[in-house]
């Protein structure tokens, strides 16, 4: 291949042109679900609205996580942390004062936070902006350890925030919860956030910034000394990250309107390990594939705690726990066949996409 | 003013010294060879000028901008943006990125714009996208990889990765270039294209270069000056046709003179 040729066929790839085409056609897919939507709002059920709402709440969360641990390989064990800290915030903020003294019962809540109500949008930011700061005050002191110290330090700040919100009477209401949160959350307000994640974390992701995310996963030596700052990156996709899960978590205060510390403990943040793992660590696209079939599968497997007819020969009794069980097996079943996740690092992108369907195709950027 | 000046540079792990009272001056413009049997400390070095580890004593100023830096103490990011990259012997690229992604991601660390510029797609980013990616191409074309920018950088054969460090290297920007054995593993011809890539890089870049290697002809045949280390002490520097015939260098290599006789 001759030079003038290298250099086009690079040049395009990285072109205006090509990135205007990607724009254009994720646009029009952004505006397809929003039609799906306003349909399924229309005409779902409220189980069906439910199990669409917390698609979109995982898929936040599953794509916010994936970012540190995924794409900046940072192994950690904090989203519980983070999403507790953006539901009780927000939750906190939206309650009116009466709403507050029906629930402090043992305890009156603090002054300086019973008179506050605000309104619902300001209290999801201030969630998400509650949980990045205190991962941005918690990354100083985590990051300056790797492996698997991390993730055991990680793991550590996610239970103290847990076991603060359940001591912390006067403001959290302890071990009673929170009660009667108003259900704000709907489908324009999950699947909006679940959008404007993906948007954010896209465009960084395929950035400057997303390469040097990646450097550090692959080589942080290398990255170092090609002059990446390696902490402040990590700082970086940390706080943004539990910026998303915070604000994911006041969606979901406001879609369940009880909260608890109960609900925050390291399953979650387990459940949402099974997810970015079974999607392909590193793999937006895997994170979002996975979220939904975690969300989606997790009610359909519902049917496996039911009692069984078998033909009409016997019924086998409903066990509870069953369809964890299940999971269990798939996730099994899935780590033997599919090692490195369903996507492993690979992206959905459109080129892909135009070079299958459209073969033979000149679809821009490669030659054919 | 030198453009480097290291003065009693010492590194000790535990007992081991691994390179004591190490001097050197490099002048802008130079290139310098560092030569010296298997385990002299010649990669310790590199790592103490990259801020890889942090030597044990001495002090390594270097000239950056209108002053001089200090640079024991400071991080391996922060040496790079004063000016200095390095290759590395054992290889360290990024094998699961493309080669134009590994030329790419050494802009980032000169990058002005904010982390919310290129999610907002403000104008700002992306001038200094498109610069970047001219930019990787003219080095790519520069070490001849230009063909190769869309493959893994995992899938070049060994020279090619080789000359990949070296674009990575110069997309830094550096005024001194360490390059740790870059000719380990090349055939004669990739070695003698070597060396005309170093010389030339060198005249465009304005670049001071300061390099290890074994390959005798070619380190003899590229540099100006020679620094010789054996077991961590600088035992000959001047001229090669001086380290050629120096005695106590041949010793250091072949081991002395009664006993090679047997």
Not at chain 1, 4 to 27: G, H, I, M, P, V
Not at chain 2, 76 to 87: E, F, K, S, V
């Amino acid at each position: 291949m001759n030079r003038e040729a290298s250099y086009a066929r690079a040049r395009q790839r990285w072109s205006r042109r090509t990135r205007r085409r990607n724009s254009l056609l994720s646009l029009a897919v952004v505006l397809l679900l929003t039609g799906l939507l306003y349909l399924a709002g229309r005409y779902g059920d409220e189980y069906q609205i439910r199990i669409l709402n917390m698609v979109a709440i995982y898929i936040t969360l599953a794509v916010s996580y994936n970012l540190i641990n995924g794409i900046t390989g940072q192994f950690s064990l904090e989203p519980n942390a983070f999403v507790a800290l953006g539901a009780y915030s927000s939750a906190l903020l939206t309650m009116t004062p009466v709403e507050k003294e029906m629930n402090f019962i043992i305890d009156p809540c603090v002054p300086w936070l019973a008179q506050v109500a605000i309104p619902f949008l300001p209290a999801v930011v201030i969630g998400g902006i509650v949980a990045a700061v205190f991962a941005l005050l918690m990354g100083f002191p985590v990051f300056r350890v790797r492996g698997d110290y991390l993730a055991i330090v990680t793991l550590g700040f996610g239970e103290v925030i847990r076991v603060v919100a359940n001591n912390l009477q006067t403001i959290t209401n302890g071990p009673l919860g929170l009660k009667g949160i108003a259900a704000h959350t709907n489908l324009w307000w999950t699947w909006g956030l679940a959008l404007l994640t993906l948007f954010v974390i896209v465009r960084l992701v395929n950035s400057s910034y997303g390469r040097a995310l990646k450097a550090i996963r692959q080589n942080e030596l290398a990255a170092e000394s090609m002059g990446i700052n390696s902490f402040r990156h990590k700082l970086l996709a940390f706080t943004l990250a539990a910026f998303f899960e915070g604000m994911a978590g006041a969606m979901l205060a406001h879609l369940i309107t009880t909260i608890s510390p109960m609900l925050f403990t390291f399953f979650l943040t387990f459940n949402l390990l099974i997810i970015i793992v079974l999607g392909g660590l590193g793999s937006i696209t895997g994170s979002v594939i996975a979220a939904i079939g975690f969300a989606w599968g997790s009610e359909l497997l519902r049917a496996v705690e039911e009692p069984i007819n078998v033909f009409g020969w016997f019924t086998i009794p409903g066990i509870p726990g069953m369809r964890m069980v299940t999971f269990a097996v798939i996730l099994i079943a899935a780590m033997l066949f599919w090692r490195e996740g369903i996507m492993g690092r690979r992206e959905f992108s459109w080129q892909w996409l135009l070079d299958t369907v459209m073969p033979g195709r000149n679809n821009g950027a490669r030659e054919q | 003013m030198n453009l480097l000046q290291t003065s009693n540079l010492t590194m000790r792990f535990g007992g081991l010294t691994a390179v004591s009272g190490f001097t050197l001056a490099l002048e802008p413009g130079e290139l310098v060879g560092l030569i010296g049997p298997n385990g002299a400390g010649k990669t310790t070095v590199f790592n103490m000028l990259t801020g890889r580890i942090r030597a044990s004593e001495g002090s390594i100023l270097f000239r950056s901008g209108d002053g001089q830096r200090q640079l024991v103490g400071l991080k391996p990011n922060q040496i790079n943006r004063l000016g200095i990259a390095r290759t590395f012997q054992n290889i360290q690229l990024l094998p699961e990125m493309s080669v134009m992604e590994n030329v790419l991601m050494a802009w980032h660390g000169r990058l002005k714009s904010p982390f919310w510029a290129p999610v907002l797609g403000l104008p700002s980013y992306r001038r200094e996208e498109e610069a970047m990616v001219e930019g990787s191409l003219a080095l790519l074309e520069r070490v001849n990889l230009l063909d190769q920018a869309d493959n893994e950088a995992g899938s070049l054969a060994y020279g090619q990765q080789r000359r990949l460090e070296i674009a990575r290297a110069l997309a830094t920007r550096p005024t001194l270039l360490l390059l740790d054995e870059p000719a380990a593993g090349m055939n004669p011809r990739e070695t003698a294209a070597l060396m005309d890539l170093i010389r030339e890089i060198r005249a465009d870049f304005g670049l001071t270069i300061l390099l290890i290697e074994h390959d005798m002809k070619f380190v003899m045949g590229l540099c100006e000056r020679l620094v010789v280390l054996d077991h961590g002490v600088t035992i000959a520097a001047g001229l090669p046709e001086e380290i050629r015939s120096n005695e106590q260098v041949i010793t250091a290599y072949l081991g002395e003179r009664k006993h090679a006789a047997h």
